[in-house]
């Protein structure tokens, strides 16, 4: 009698496992994750809008002092990261199209290496890798740099001589990381669909230049273009503000700077996931309203 309890309880233990229910410390984890993104959003948002109105009621104010801090915004954030992007992009187009060959020669229908190409690096890691590079070499730095000032009076001192903080440290910032990364997206998409091909020569595929532009040019749409500049600008713009709102929109102890650089870093990095989600359901509806309606009619 004892043998058989003992063996009910051993083998009932891993149903005991599954219907547990959900630590406390899970639950309580998950909803100060949600209550932080949701403040942050809102915070966000009415940053974002006080950026606009500044940017709106400012254009031509001190346009001799901002047009020289964007121009260094996008040496630094475009120009700088050009060996960096030149590689990640050789890279992916290396891994893209060799995994892409071993796979489709297995079936010989080597005639959707384009479609791929376009769908996996124009349309989708392109802009996204990009922004996460811009994000990790310049947007650290950026909200380290920006914490800084604001821990140690910076801040307050320029409001003290009536120079607007927004106007003078976020605007340019805005700007530079948008013109950045749109620059540098097409830049990553090139060398990475030129470096598709040099593999694909290197590796004997059957595939000629004109015939891999051709399968290119027929995967590509008219959406792709308007959507790249306008996911690749969006990117930029939620980048800066994420990393400005982090640095400047609180009070900061310099203890503290690491702690919003962080924050700033992985909110950046969720956002541009969650934005390049709600782009992937915009193409998708355009695309699917581009379609005619295919009407079934009943035999007789």
């Not at 607007?164 to 990553?188: A, E, K, N, Q, W």
Request: proline share 5%; aromatic share 10%; hydrophobic share 55%.
């Amino acid at each position: 009698m004892n043998t058989k309890s003992s063996a009910a309880a051993i083998f009932s233990k891993p149903f005991q496992i599954l219907v547990r229910p959900i630590p406390r410390s899970y639950v309580n984890f998950v909803g100060w994750k949600l209550l932080r993104l949701g403040e942050l959003v809102v915070g966000l948002f009415f940053f974002s809008l006080i950026t606009a109105g500044v940017l709106f009621r400012k254009w031509r104010i001190a346009d001799q002092v901002i047009r020289p801090l964007i121009r260094d915004q996008v040496f630094l954030c475009g120009l700088r990261l050009l060996p960096l992007i030149s590689l990640v992009a050789f890279a992916l187009g290396f891994v893209v199209i060799a995994q892409t060959m071993a796979f489709l020669s297995q079936y010989g229908v080597t005639n959707y290496v384009g479609t791929v190409m376009v769908t996996v690096v124009i349309r989708e890691l392109g802009p996204l890798v990009t922004a996460w590079l811009v994000l990790v070499r310049i947007g650290t730095a950026t909200a380290i740099d920006l914490g800084y000032k604001r821990a140690h009076g910076e801040i307050d001192a320029l409001v003290s001589l009536g120079i607007d903080p927004v106007h003078y440290l976020v605007i340019p910032r805005v700007l530079g990381l948008s013109i950045s990364i749109f620059c540098l997206t097409v830049y990553l998409i090139a060398i990475a669909l030129a470096s598709g091909y040099l593999i694909s020569f290197l590796q004997d595929v059957p595939l000629s230049k004109a015939e891999y532009i051709n399968q290119l040019v027929l995967a590509l749409h008219w959406e792709d273009f308007p959507l790249l500049a306008l996911k690749t600008v969006c990117f930029g713009v939620l980048i800066a503000l994420i990393i400005c709102y982090e640095g400047l929109a609180k009070p900061l102890q310099v203890e503290d700077i690491s702690i919003s650089t962080t924050r700033a870093l992985l909110f950046g990095i969720e956002l541009c996931v969650v934005l390049d989600i709600l782009f992937i359901v915009l193409f998708v509806y355009l695309i699917l309203a581009g379609q005619p309606a295919i009407s079934i009619a009943p035999t007789p």
